[in-house]
């Protein structure tokens, strides 16, 4: 067995909340009284909806109530709100937009990540496993203009469903990249095509799956963030056609605009895909 395959739960978790608690994406939020009373007094009811409607016991309210401590324990509260719930905000943050559809980031986003200038080859190991992916495309605005030097941000799992910083034993930077598109907005990133892997069962998050009989599989897929200065940022999974947990995502992430095309390579081993992206101008 090697340092990668004994990855736990609570580590990959802890990681995830020590990120988020690093990333400044709740520095510079104002607390609305009336908002907060909104939100919580449904989500309060909702659940008392529940318990009343259910005929909820003392014994079912107590395995929750130590079941939601050992979520925090384990530091799964990232994974949790990121499989389940994430979905559906980034919905209603994205429904108004005209270009490409986004999905969820996902706790395993690190920033400031190498940057190369496109063409480049993303940062791996000499032996990484797996089929090379050339992942190509162009950077848009949504009145078909090209988007100069667009920012790609790619990161992903391994061949074994590892992320680099969330497990032991991987490189630090390893199958994450920044890349800067040409003057013509375009991209080509040589990678490796990642599989799809169970998110982490042996804490709380995979407590609940076994108790509800529902499974842990993610379909494989790639991370991106695409930018471009006056340009809304655009946060998507992309994912491959075939793939068995397309249909069953326990992160019901997928949609059919973000499925690839994925074709053998004109040159050397592997496959390849082109995929483009159309930015949103940021609202005056």
């Not at 008392?48 to 925090?72: C, H, M, P, Q, T």
């Not at 499974?215 to 655009?234: D, I, N, Q, T």
Request: proline share 6%.
């Amino acid at each position: 067995m090697t340092t990668e395959t004994t990855a736990s739960a609570a580590a990959s978790g802890n990681a995830a909340t020590d990120r988020f608690r690093a990333s400044g994406k709740i520095g510079s939020i104002e607390v609305d009284v009336e908002r907060v009373n909104l939100l919580a007094s449904k989500l309060i009811k909702a659940a008392n909806d529940i318990v009343l409607e259910e005929r909820v016991s003392y014994d079912e309210f107590n395995a929750l109530k130590a079941w939601l401590i050992k979520v925090g324990a384990d530091g799964e509260w990232p994974l949790f709100l990121d499989v389940w719930l994430e979905h559906s905000v980034e919905d209603v943050a994205t429904d108004h937009r005209e270009g490409n559809k986004g999905s969820i980031e996902g706790p395993y986003y690190i920033p400031e990540a190498p940057e190369q200038k496109s063409p480049a080859k993303i940062e791996m190991r000499d032996d990484e496993k797996g089929t090379p992916l050339l992942f190509q495309g162009q950077v848009r605005s949504t009145d078909g203009s090209p988007l100069s030097n667009a920012k790609v941000e790619l990161w992903h799992a391994d061949e074994e469903g590892f992320y680099s910083q969330f497990a032991p034993g991987i490189p630090e930077w390893n199958l994450r990249g920044t890349f800067i598109a040409d003057e013509d907005g375009n991209f080509r990133i040589d990678t490796m095509q990642p599989a799809p892997y169970q998110i982490p069962t042996d804490g709380a998050c995979g407590q609940l799956i076994a108790a509800a009989g529902w499974h842990a599989w993610r379909p494989a897929h790639l991370h991106l963030k695409v930018s471009a200065p006056g340009h809304e940022l655009l946060t998507a999974q992309l994912y491959f056609p075939g793939d068995e947990h397309n249909d069953d995502d326990i992160a019901t992430a997928v949609k059919p605009e973000l499925l690839l095309d994925i074709q053998q390579a004109t040159e050397g081993n592997g496959v390849q895909t082109t995929y483009d992206f159309v930015l949103d101008p940021t609202a005056k």
